[in-house]
């Protein structure tokens, strides 16, 4: 394992940054881990369970001799958490994030880091569960799960290859695209899907006999409304952070469903079989990916 | 163990069929299970797996001896289905169904069985999986699951008995209530939810860069729409026999899109958490039943 990481700095220590912090020290990939927070109740129950080594609720004090910095905060929360930490930084420290949408993380980077962005690489992992905090963290998240990192023109190529060997110690495959890229590929599949199933559930929840309606539900139902157990404040983010692209999916969807409730009206068994025949094929060759 | 089921006919040897006709063997409801069906490789299949004792593909001649008939074919062959076994059903034979709407099949019945109808007792198994036909059928399908009764007014008490008698021997929690609120209420968990899985992968699917988008969907999006690999022509004969009710719930969650979608054109974030947080609640209370 590579010898040039002593000290990873982890800014947010809930599912998404715990979990990273656990994988890191299981696999040795640097000396010691330094957690931070707003919350000092939740970095004491980090220490305690040993997922950081140490903690700091002074985010400038926290980063001061990280080789790396990961800002594994709620999107909205980015910009100030960039800000403070700014001025603290080594002049070789390289920072990432950990965020659903990567434009408007760039972006803030840029604002805060100024001249110095040139050493911030925009990443995402494809993971998560939906539940949250430092509790819910474990070693094996990122194991064969896949992490997207977004670097821009300007992006130091040390950097970026600091923070891939970091994602693959924690057992991830790292892979790079455009930011604009990633935000439409995400809106589709992650971020539009959990706007469904919130949805789905609230406009159950809004019938009158919604005990019923929640008593006869099966595994179907189940499964398809998992996600819309997620945090609500972080969707939020997300959903206000890759606004334009998300609205873009959602039209589409929107006339997809129109699509199908006109092919309905008109008792179309022809239309409706073909929909549902095209998405069977495509999800069944998913599963076999 | 009751002694007064001697021979079990299962029509449609599936998922459904297979599964009950598996069930209803490890518990010794009857001494014999016959399997019916259009295809004879699938009912050898059958045969061949043990999940029926023996099998005929002349449904007159399959039922002449049956004290109990399930009928467990798609929606759209129930009437053929009713018309060709009511000529041969004996005196005492009791019929039931596993159709996903029950208003429908219940008026396909009184068509078919006439007079007799009173012995037909609607029936619906809250449970299977996205896989079909007799090879995916298990024993364990409908343990600890609920069936739900829909008897009408004019159901013989005794035939509703031994079809609860049945499905409390695979192992399942009977429960009756209205055909016309059975329709409403799975619309709402199951049918609603199945289209909208079918339309996101279809959506998806239609886009340019669909190999990206599959290639970077995660648990969330696999377990969203594992549902959209379920059978197309069922869900086609779903859709147009419970199409009313389903028109009724699809017309409730075009709404709530465009009031998430509204919130979002808006930047309105606390509509949004608003949303995602009673969602949240509801989901959260239902995962805890």
């Known amino acids: 394992m590579t010898e040039k990481v002593q000290t990873v700095c982890i800014i947010g220590t809930g599912l998404i940054g715990g979990s990273l912090a656990l994988a890191l020290k299981k696999s040795g990939f640097c000396r010691r881990i330094v957690g931070a927070g707003r919350t000092e109740a939740t970095l004491k129950k980090a220490v305690e369970l040993g997922v950081v080594d140490h903690y ?4 400038a004090l926290a980063v001061k001799d990280a080789d790396i910095v ?3 905060v709620p999107l909205s929360a980015m910009k100030n958490v960039f800000e403070q930490i700014a001025p603290a930084l080594s002049a070789t420290a390289v920072v990432t994030d950990a965020g659903s949408a990567k434009q408007s993380v760039i972006s803030d980077a840029q604002v805060a880091f100024g001249k110095t962005s040139n050493r911030f690489v925009a990443g995402h992992p494809i993971s998560g569960t939906e539940k949250s905090g430092v509790t819910a963290a474990f070693t094996e998240l990122y194991e064969n799960r896949k992490v997207i990192l977004t670097p821009t023109n300007g992006t130091d190529g040390e950097a970026v290859q600091l923070v891939t060997e970091m994602w693959q110690a924690a057992g991830a495959e790292v892979e790079t695209m455009d930011a604009e890229h990633h935000d439409m590929v995400l809106a589709g599949t992650s971020h539009l899907p959990h706007i469904l199933a919130f949805g789905l559930v609230d406009c159950l929840n809004s019938l009158e006999d919604v005990d019923e309606i929640f008593r006869f539900a099966a595994g179907g139902f189940r499964d398809f409304t998992r996600i819309a157990s997620s945090d609500p404040v972080m969707w939020r983010d997300i959903c206000l952070s890759n ?10 969807y929107q006339a997809q469903l129109q699509m199908i409730s006109s092919a309905l009206e008109d008792s179309d068994a022809d239309a409706l079989v073909e929909i549902f025949s095209r998405a069977k094929k495509a999800r069944d060759q998913f599963n076999n990916q």
């Open 56 to 59: 700091e609720t002074d985010f």
């Open 70 to 72: 990961v800002v594994a």
């Open 243 to 252: 606004r334009e692209d998300i609205l873009v999916m959602m039209k589409k």
